[in-house]
C-alpha cells in the first residue's frame, strides 16, 4: 500500500507562487506514476500534472493547457517525494489540490489519493 500526504499549500496573491508536496510512504514510488488534481468549490475534480514512470529512471510530463507554461512537475526518489511547483497562480487556480499515485505501466487508475492541501488565491 502507499500513503501520501499533501502538503504546501496556502493563501498567495494573485502573481505569487507555492510549492507543492506529496510525501509518499508505504512503498517506494520511483516506477509509480504520480498525478496531481484539484477541485475548486462547485466544481469537478480535474486533472492537473502529472509525472508519469517510462521506464528505468526516466518520467514524462503533461500538463493541463490552463496551468501549461506555469506549473512544473518534479520528483526527488530519494525522498519519495513528489512537487508541484506554481508560479504566476491566478484567483481562477484557488481550490482543494490532491496527489494521486498509480502503479507505472500497469495501473490504469490512479488507485492511491492523498488528503488534500487547500490552495487560495487572493486577488
Known amino acids: 500500500q502507499v500513503q501520501l500526504v499533501a502538503s504546501g499549500g496556502g493563501l498567495v496573491q494573485a502573481g505569487g507562487s507555492l510549492r507543492l508536496s506529496c510525501a509518499a510512504s508505504?512503498?517506494?514510488?520511483?516506477?509509480?506514476?504520480v498525478g496531481w488534481f484539484r477541485q475548486a468549490p462547485g466544481k469537478e475534480r480535474e486533472f492537473i500534472a502529472a509525472?508519469?514512470?517510462?521506464?528505468?529512471?526516466?518520467?514524462?510530463?503533461n500538463f493541463a493547457n490552463s496551468v501549461k507554461g506555469r506549473f512544473t512537475i518534479s520528483r526527488d526518489n530519494a525522498k519519495n517525494t513528489v512537487y508541484l511547483q506554481m508560479n504566476s497562480l491566478r484567483t481562477e487556480d484557488t481550490a482543494v489540490y490532491y496527489c494521486?499515485?498509480?502503479?507505472?505501466?500497469?495501473?490504469?487508475?490512479?488507485?492511491?489519493w492523498g488528503q488534500g492541501t487547500q490552495v487560495t488565491v487572493s486577488a
Open positions: 494521486a499515485a498509480r502503479r507505472g505501466a500497469t495501473d490504469p487508475n490512479y488507485g492511491y
Open positions: 508505504g512503498r517506494t514510488i520511483s516506477s509509480y506514476d
Open positions: 509525472t508519469t514512470w517510462n521506464g528505468g529512471n526516466t518520467y514524462l510530463s
